[in-house]
């Protein structure tokens, strides 16, 4: 295969809406030619952010955007050889069919012929041939999909950016717009850039998978890669179902977590704190006493092709996609290949706590209640588009948004949580387990009674089973809501 | 289940008294007038007489220049003040569009002395410059008016519109022209509304600048002060017309806008 060519690099960038807070945070990444990439990750982590900086409508606060080796980053929108799909088509109400598609032509003065022909071509590209002189507000949401990305690759761009495109579709358009647009993509040849939160539509449809959160990289691979190789728990967790235990190397290829000794495929040095990661589907379910773990069924919910089965393994759950049905409080084994499980060397620096919404007051914000700590949070912070009125929380739209009980994956940076030894200082108290210096902090971490821990930077030396309390960063705090399991 | 005695067709009771006392009366009073002579018999004299009479068309010519250079004038100031309003990425922008909306909070008679004095300052004798004065009193005194509706066009205009005339190659005057102002011609026509047919007769502004011009509102004041009910009433009644006329045919551009 032939080296591919780098069409848009990305170096260092970085971006600041406020002067204060990034974005986006020194980021690279690169994208060949003819590539179909998909900006994957949950909603504000930038994805749309890094589109709308390559397409110009966002300039970069810091680093340098290039197209074929030339800086792009401060060239206006017109000036770019690259068109977008909007994420609600910003069709234009005003002209019809033909006009919207021949917008960009007719400015760049093309004979009247030859926009007819281009206009007519790139509509059986679309299947809607004959729909020229339509009114565009007669058009169903798909038609106008396709129009949007017409009236885009009528221009002949070196990238077309896809922002959302497909999330105000419903369901079963949307499963065809996948497929037709991966279609389009290999007939015209031309980069696609496409960002979305679904990482289903990311799985089906990428060649290249670029995983972010909070402004950063996490991962970029193929869909396979991403799925079977997920660089770090985000990931995991991220795409697909996980089950993550924390756990130790025991050995050469030697694993032990959710109490039990496993053999798995990866060589890490013996003692390393680990975390597996075991996709449901991976696991089987044997006899009792024939696999590695030995549990009792909690719930089998049927999913069409399979039963969503959770075994309660001591004090660890484990969640198995079975064919066949096990009745709640059947007793069954689990088995495991040692290819299935996918060992991730612990992140020390990462604090993530999954807490539930319990309640909203108009003024304080929503109330967050975790395993340790509970306070309240500006609404905002979960739903960017929501708003108050008459003292309920609504979306943009103006429905109410049903938060309570939601699942939050609550997470906050090390270096901005503080420790002190005042126990009423903190929001919540532990016992230092573990410490070690990098370059020019110690990092702390702290377990409660509760047996969670909290990752702190102090520049301090403290000792080892000093009992501290965390002051948890609130204002720092970034959030996600945990979606249900697709119904 | 038994019907409340009160239930909301009660709530209109109020307005509809209000309306019926001092909007139908009123009228029907007037078109009374207007199609009677002074000892109250049925004639079309007044009516004729209108189209008749050199003195009521040229006011209406010289109150309709008035009023299309006044609109124009105030469309020209008012649009690029509502886009930055509405586009710009201001923090408090709602804060921003009162301080052009202020001046109508001040007693009108106070801001058109104020204007006057600084008209004097300038000019000397307000009577050299009728025209001139009368446009610039009433493009101050409507530009508000005009600054309003262009402002909430502009503001539901979706950003992701211009967004995407950049993208397909517009540069800005193009994207201003081929997306902006088509898709703001509603905001345009309500403006032209609130400021064409008040331009054409308000005439206490220019009373108040001792200002010579006669336009339609002058005329009919004129009449009144004469007694002459039935000359004033049939004036207003055909103003009132081509109220009507204008708005069924902007009625029209619009319902076709949004088709």
């Known amino acids: 295969m032939a080296e591919a060519k780098t069409i848009i690099r990305l170096n260092n960038v970085s971006k600041s809406y406020d002067g204060k807070t990034n974005v986006i945070e020194d980021l690279s990444l690169d994208i060949n030619e003819g590539e179909f990439v998909t900006l994957l990750g949950p909603s504000g982590c930038g994805k749309t952010t890094i589109l709308r900086m390559i397409g110009g409508f966002d300039k970069p606060t810091a680093g340098e955007i290039l197209l074929d080796d030339s800086d792009i980053s401060m060239l206006a929108p017109n000036e770019r050889p690259v068109n977008t799909v909007f994420q609600k088509y910003a069709l234009f109400p005003h002209l019809n069919v033909y006009d919207n598609i021949a917008f960009g032509l007719k400015l760049k003065q093309i004979p009247k012929g030859e926009i007819d022909k281009k206009v007519s071509d790139v509509l059986e590209l679309v299947d809607l041939e004959g729909f020229e002189k339509r009114s565009i507000t007669t058009l169903s949401g798909g038609q106008q999909q396709r129009i949007a990305i017409a009236r885009a690759v009528v221009n002949e761009p070196r990238v077309l950016l896809l922002d959302e495109s497909l999330s105000a579709l419903d369901y079963k358009m949307r499963k065809e717009m996948q497929l037709e647009l991966k279609n389009m993509h290999k007939r015209l040849g031309i980069t696609f850039i496409f960002v979305t939160h679904d990482q289903e539509e990311a799985l089906t449809m990428s060649d290249k998978i670029v995983v972010i959160a909070d402004g950063k990289v996490q991962q970029v691979g193929t869909p396979e890669e991403i799925y079977n190789e997920p660089a770090n728990v985000f990931v995991a967790d991220f795409i697909g179902e996980s089950n993550i235990f924390n756990g130790v190397m025991t050995g050469k290829m030697k694993a032990s977590f959710a109490g039990a000794q496993f053999e798995c495929v990866d060589d890490y040095e013996n003692g390393k704190k680990i975390e597996a990661v075991i996709r449901p589907e991976d696991v089987s379910v044997v006899k009792p006493g024939e696999g590695q773990l030995t549990g009792e069924v909690t719930s089998a919910d049927f999913k069409g092709t399979f039963y969503i089965t959770f075994v309660q393994c001591g004090q660890y759950e484990m969640e198995v996609h079975c064919l066949s049905h096990y009745k709640p409080g059947t007793t069954v084994g689990l088995h495991i290949l040692p290819d299935d499980i996918h060992i991730i060397p612990y992140d020390m620096t990462i604090n993530n706590y999954e807490g539930v919404i319990d309640g909203f007051s108009d003024g304080r914000g929503l109330y967050l209640v975790f395993r340790d700590f509970a306070f309240f949070v500006d609404a905002h912070k979960l739903f960017p588009d929501s708003r108050v009125s008459k003292g309920k929380l609504v979306d943009e739209n103006g429905t109410a948004i049903d938060y309570q009980g939601k699942k939050v994956v609550a997470f906050f940076s090390p270096e901005y949580a503080e420790m002190s030894d005042d126990d009423k200082a903190g929001d919540v108290v532990g016992k230092i387990v573990s410490f070690y210096y990098i370059g020019d902090h110690y990092s702390y971490t702290i377990r409660t009674d509760s047996e969670i821990d909290y990752v702190v930077d102090d520049e301090d030396l403290w000792n080892q089973g000093d009992k501290v309390s965390v002051l948890i960063p609130k204002a720092k705090m970034k959030f996600r809501i945990k979606e249900e399991e697709e119904a | ?259």
């Open chain 2, 1 to 259: 289940m038994k019907r409340s005695w009160f239930d909301r067709k009660q709530l209109a009771f109020p307005y509809f008294i209000y309306l019926i006392l001092f909007v139908v009366m009123p009228l029907l009073v007037v078109l009374y007038y207007g199609f009677t002579d002074e000892e109250g018999n049925i004639s079309f004299t007044n009516f004729v007489l209108f189209f008749t009479n050199g003195r009521t068309m040229g006011t209406l010519v010289y109150s309709l220049v008035i009023a299309v250079f006044v609109t124009v004038i105030c469309l020209i100031l008012a649009y690029p003040v509502a886009y930055i309003l509405a586009k710009g990425r201001y923090a408090r922008r709602h804060s921003f569009l009162m301080v052009f909306v202020l001046p109508m909070w001040i007693n009108f008679t106070l801001r058109i002395t104020a204007l006057k004095e600084i008209l004097t300052l300038i000019e000397g004798n307000l009577a050299y410059y009728p025209f001139v004065n009368t446009v610039i009193c009433m493009v101050y005194d409507f530009l508000p008016f005009m600054i309003m509706p262009l402002f909430n066009a502009l503001t539901k205009l979706d950003k992701s519109m211009i967004e995407a005339g950049h993208d397909l190659g517009a540069t800005f005057p193009q994207v201003m022209l081929k997306i902006v102002l088509p898709l703001s011609i509603p905001g345009i026509v309500s403006g032209i509304t609130m400021v064409f047919l008040p331009a054409m007769t308000n005439y206490v502004v220019l009373d108040m600048v001792y200002n010579s011009t006669y336009i339609m509102g002058s005329l009919i004041g004129s009449y009144f002060n004469a007694y002459d009910w039935n000359n004033g009433s049939i004036i207003s009644a055909i103003l009132l017309m081509f109220i009507g006329l204008f708005t069924i045919i902007t009625d029209k551009i619009m319902t076709k806008e949004e088709a």
